[in-house]
């Protein structure tokens, strides 16, 4: 079968043909990840078609070659399939201009970087890529240093990744080792969209819609958004004209999704992966499930915050939960249930925290965090291995070895758990309460009796 290149454009139904045709690159984003190309790279093409401009994309791969060399062979398109329980959408995105690899082609990638035509810099690096000295801040940290010397013109360096005040958090990592200047912005971001990792069921979709072969493919909800601070002093696409939301506070739309969507998405990985569900769907038929998550929506996230005017968190989770039972969206809870140690943090334990300080008690929050011990001593309740894929996991695997009780052993990891979060005692005891349930009944009983007694 042919692969899905420009000359085979012709070829496949035109109402999956891209709508644009590539323009010039303003655009570095770093990532190639699966979530990028289904979000991102769509609102830019959308933008584009909606309002022109120099804006494709140069994206660059901070590690594996796998994407590069896909996108190169097809001349930088991928198709994005959006799928849910009526049916199946495959359309082509032509908004990549270049791929670079940056280990191999550092330099290219820095005076990229440097060049007056780029004006944006997106990330999708997930949040472990920011800490001090990472390849991703040493990147971006050579390439605006060079930008600076070269008297290149404003740029916006955007964060895409799930972290509060993620603009915020990588300017203060940037400007650790360089002067900025006031015409380089951080804007404030919020995203979302369900992408579950590309399986032979992906390209076997394509191949089916589009009547060629794609390895960059992408699946995905057909639900997307993205929220963004403007602050763009060199100029933007037309975001906005392809319904992203332009805004002067982020702020409460990212407490919103962090703590509603991603939070209880974590939760349902750690609770299904530790009962043997494979997906998030197929876990939330767990019986007594549904009703826990409802619970920690109304009694625990939406009291710990205040979300954007006229939302309902308790709606907007409702919302989420439909999404995440859609059985045509087989996102696996062991891929959520990845690099916890950085996830937590802010899908979970600001939550608590802040439940804390208006005098309530975190108890479904404190399952999550018990649920999260029992899925990182790394067996189901079947016995069944689970892998423990996390940047803290040597850390963590010393504390589950050492003597002693686990949760506290645990609770003792102040990377994770903040010292007044891990000495405050309802949280401690709540936390011990559920990790004896979950480890004496397991997760199916555990979920019964407190759905019922909710």
């Excluded at 690159?25 to 022109?52: K, M, N, S």
């Excluded at 964060?159 to 951080?186: H, M, W, Y």
């Excluded at 299904?272 to 929506?297: C, K, N, S």
Aim: proline share 6%; hydrophobic share 45%.
């Amino acid at each position: 079968m042919a692969r899905l290149t420009k000359d085979a454009l012709s070829a496949i139904p035109a109402e999956a043909r891209p709508t644009i045709d590539t323009p010039g690159v303003g655009i570095v984003h770093l990532g190639v990840g699966a979530f990028h190309r289904a979000h991102q790279a769509v609102y830019t093409e959308d933008a584009i078609a909606a309002g022109g401009g120099d804006w494709a994309i140069a994206e660059v791969a901070p590690n594996s070659t796998a994407v590069v060399d896909a996108m190169r062979a097809q001349d930088g398109l991928f198709s994005v399939t959006s799928l849910s329980g009526a049916g199946a959408r495959t359309r082509v995105i032509a908004a990549v201009g270049r791929v670079l690899h940056a280990p191999s082609e550092r330099s290219a990638v820095t005076g990229l970087l440097a060049d007056p035509a780029i004006r944006v810099v997106t990330l999708t690096v997930t949040e472990k890529a920011y800490q001090p000295g990472s390849a991703m801040v040493k990147l971006l940290v050579d390439g605006i240093r060079a930008r600076i010397t070269a008297g290149a013109p404003p740029l916006a360096v955007v964060s895409c990744d799930n972290l509060p005040s993620n603009g915020s958090q990588l300017r203060a990592l940037i400007a650790e080792a360089v002067e900025l200047p006031k015409t380089v912005t951080f804007p404030r971001t919020m995203v979302d969209r369900i992408v579950p990792a590309s399986t032979d069921q992906t390209y076997a979709l394509v191949r089916n819609a589009l009547g060629v072969e794609d390895q960059a493919a992408v699946e995905a909800e057909p639900y997307k958004q993205w929220v963004i601070e403007d602050a763009f002093p060199g100029g933007r696409p037309a975001w906005d004209l392809a319904g992203a939301v332009l805004t002067d506070d982020v702020a409460p739309w990212e407490q919103l999704k962090l703590r509603t969507l991603n939070g209880v998405h974590s939760t349902v990985a750690y609770l299904g992966a530790v009962a043997g569900y494979e997906t998030i769907a197929e876990a939330l038929r767990m019986p007594g499930l549904t009703d826990v998550l409802r619970q920690f929506i109304a009694d625990e996230i939406a009291q710990s915050f205040t979300p954007p005017p006229g939302v309902s968190v308790v709606e907007y989770g409702d919302e989420v939960l439909e999404r995440f039972a859609d059985p045509a969206i087989r996102y696996r809870t062991i891929q959520v249930a990845m690099d916890g140690s950085q996830k937590l943090p802010y899908r979970v334990l600001r939550t608590v925290i802040d439940s804390r300080a208006r005098g309530l008690s975190p108890r479904v929050g404190a399952l999550v965090v018990a649920a999260w011990m029992r899925f990182a001593e790394g067996t189901a309740d079947d016995g069944t291995a689970l892998p423990l894929n996390d940047p803290m996991a040597p850390q963590i695997k010393a504390k589950l070895a050492a003597s002693g009780s686990v949760v506290d052993q645990l609770l003792s990891l102040t990377d994770i758990f903040p010292a007044e979060l891990a000495a405050d005692e309802e949280f401690r005891s709540l936390v011990h309460e559920w990790y004896h349930a979950l480890t004496t009944h397991g997760v199916r009983a555990t979920l019964s009796a407190l759905g019922g007694a909710s």
